[in-house]
């Protein structure tokens, strides 16, 4: 199993690829429309900046054994950014985002071990909020970098971390389908298969189950933004499908945003 440590050493390395995707954009990029097609480029560094913000008092919460901030500081953070212009969002979002990678990396052993706080997902242990973080994290990093090119990914290292706790996620973004089929997702890379249900609730339950309706072989990072709407066909790398069931009829049940 995945330790916090090498969720924190993940999040350190998205950290990087969103200061080398952002850091030299214009205003008039940064104002541009992002992947994300509600908000610019640098409405998606705000939210990744509030974000930050958010995740670290979090944080500093559960080190101290104390209650998780309540939505009323949430909506107080939120509205401070939105306030920002585009440069102002990226530079902060860049300094707020080092910030808690810095916290992060400076926990002791001691203080890893010892963290716990209960968030809207319930109770969690470090790994588990550094793992929400990282899911965010990567997937907006990759959203600045494709506002700008078809070729970005997510680095294969971070979705190998984050897929094996995506089923409660496609519980969430996944439509149920009438009628329901079953897919297999095999990843290429070597991080495993999963077998997607579009029953109601939407399920993903890892390992090839028998008798699915279709077998798609892809990335393990494919899977992933797949699975969160972002795998348009202008963004999809080769892979291959069999059975009457594939990337297109899942492209459906996971409309993303």
């Excluded at 850091?23 to 429309?33: A, K, N, P, V, Y």
């Excluded at 939105?82 to 916290?103: H, I, Q």
């Excluded at 506002?147 to 990914?153: A, D, L, V, Y």
């Excluded at 008798?211 to 972002?230: F, H, K, M, N, T």
């Amino acid at each position: 199993m995945p330790t916090a440590a090498d969720f924190i050493a993940a999040y350190r390395r998205s950290h990087n690829l969103l200061v080398a995707a952002s850091e030299g954009l214009t205003e008039e990029q940064l104002s541009s429309q992002s992947f994300d097609t509600e908000w610019s480029v640098a409405q998606v560094l705000s939210h990744l900046g509030s974000g930050a913000e958010i995740f670290g008092h979090i944080l500093d919460a559960g080190l101290a054994g104390a209650d998780a901030p309540g939505m009323d500081v949430y909506q107080g953070i939120w509205a401070r950014w939105d306030a920002k212009g585009p440069v102002e969002m990226r530079d902060d979002a860049l300094a707020s985002d080092t910030t808690l990678t810095e916290k992060l990396e400076a926990l002791t052993p001691e203080q890893a071990e010892a963290f716990g706080i209960t968030l809207w997902a319930g109770p969690m242990d470090l790994a588990g909020v550094v793992r929400m973080r990282l899911s965010e994290h990567a997937l907006h990093t990759w959203d600045v970098e494709a506002s700008f090119s078809t070729e970005p990914t997510v680095p294969a290292d971070t979705a190998g971390l984050l897929l094996p706790g995506v089923g409660a996620m496609a519980g969430r973004a996944g439509k149920p389908q009438d009628p329901a089929y079953r897919v297999v997702l095999e990843s290429t890379d070597g991080h495993g298969a999963w077998t997607v249900s579009t029953a109601d609730p939407v399920t993903m339950s890892e390992g090839a189950e028998d008798g699915a309706d279709g077998v798609v072989r892809l990335p393990s990072e494919a899977i992933l933004r797949l699975l969160s709407g972002r795998l348009r066909p202008d963004y999809t790398p080769a892979l291959v499908e069999s059975g009457e069931r594939g990337v297109a009829d899942l492209r459906v049940a996971f409309p993303g945003f």
